[in-house]
């Protein structure tokens, strides 16, 4: 891509399209995710600190379990670091827009028109997260569902768009419903809708 996405634009804005929120993954979720990493890292790390300890001729092995652990830790780490910058999806008046990391390289970006839309589901993946509000959001496209009781919850279909580790998710989920019957139903106060402030009820304005 040849813009980056920030907080105030991103690749393919339309003209006098307006952001009303932008959706990141929780910084939890990295903590998690590196987490992941050096439990990796150390179970590599594990035979070669049996072998270093109880051949005293080949403490070379030590010496590349800890070369090896270290760059799974730092390659790792940087990976899920760039992963997560790179995972942000756009609110705005006009759709939902989604920019998700396939490779290292290579972003894929989605959009749905509010058009398009025809339900808004959240969930946390577990009770942990639950418990500290941050979950996903689900935005159900009209070629991808009958109704509402068609689709159990968690399902994501290839037109659908499902974003992660959302911080005030219920909340968020809330606000795209808000946005979708203002949008068909009252367009003409599609302006007045607020941008979204992922904070508890009765601190976000």
Known sequence: MTMRNTETEFFGRQDGEKILFVVKPHSIALVFKAAKIYLVALIVLAPFVILGSQLLEMKIFLIAGIIVSALISLIGTKVVTDYQRRDVAYITDRRIVRFEPTTLFATN?????WDEVVKVK???PNAIWKQMAIGSVVIHARTSIRTAEDTPIGTVTADDIEINDIYFYKDLGNYIDKILFTYKKR????????PFIPKPKGQRY
Do not use: F, G
């Open 122 to 124: 959240t969930y946390p």
């Open 109 to 113: 970006p989605r959009s749905l028109s």
């Open 187 to 194: 367009p003409k106060e599609m302006d007045s809708i607020r």
